[in-house]
């Protein structure tokens, strides 16, 4: 059965230093993944999304994410925070029929001036 | 103007009431979803569909329904309101093949 876990439930970094968020999943061929961000009291938002090709994505507000798949992670990176990019991130994966996505519990991160 | 609306955003309600949340998008998207959001548990799948004739359940569909007006429309049903689905709950929207789920604001439901 398809699995996301994000290990991290809470981060907390100053602001200006580098950030990165832990995913990994399960999944039985290969998966497409995503990030979202919620900010409070916000629906989500796609940050990026990997469906195939380099491994390596860009998305929004300067995050980028890797894909490995001998490691089944799909970490989410981003080289300075800014004090705005406090939320809660998911990551998700999907399924390649269906579309369903399987989230995970989300890191909830907080960014100290 | 959003692509995804969600209607009410704020919700009360008592035990055994029925209730409905409403979702309509602007995207032209044929396939809906509805998630519950519930702290520490992530988003979990409630019912989706996949054009106006084609429903499915989810993850959790205990205790919900659903219905598909139009396209543009799909409505979340709680018969019979419990608190325990006392939580956020999210529509989506998205296009084959594969691509990007789009949410809209949230539900925040209460039942007391």
């Known amino acids: 059965a398809q699995s996301v876990t994000q290990p991290d439930i809470h981060i907390t970094v100053s602001e200006g230093a580098s950030l990165e968020l832990r995913c990994n999943y399960s999944y039985g061929a290969t998966p497409y993944l995503f990030w979202y961000v919620q900010s409070p009291g916000q629906g989500l938002q796609l940050l990026l999304k990997?469906?195939?090709?380099?491994?390596l994505v860009q998305g929004i507000k300067g995050f980028e994410a890797e894909f490995k798949r001998s490691q089944s992670s799909f970490n989410l990176r981003k080289p300075s925070v800014h004090w705005s990019d406090a939320a809660e991130y998911f990551c998700a994966v999907g399924a390649a029929i269906t579309d369903k996505l399987i989230f995970g519990t989300g890191t909830r991160l907080q960014v100290f001036p | 103007d959003a692509d995804v609306t969600q209607t009410p955003r704020n919700r009360i309600t008592k035990t055994g009431k029925r209730i409905m949340l409403e979702c309509s998008q602007t995207k032209g998207h044929d396939r809906m979803y509805w998630y519950r959001q519930d702290p520490g548990l992530g988003l979990q799948l409630i019912y989706y569909?996949?054009?106006?004739?084609?429903?499915n359940k989810g993850e959790i569909s205990d205790g919900y329904s659903v219905s598909r007006q139009a396209q543009a429309k799909f409505s979340l049903s709680l018969e019979s309101a419990i608190p325990n689905q006392t939580a956020l709950y999210f529509c989506?929207?998205?296009?084959?093949?594969?691509?990007?789920?789009?949410f809209g604001p949230g539900t925040r439901l209460l039942v007391l």
């Open positions: 990997y469906f195939s090709g380099d491994t």
């Open positions: 569909s996949f054009d106006v004739k084609d429903i």
């Open positions: 989506a929207t998205s296009d084959p093949p594969q691509e990007t789920q789009y």
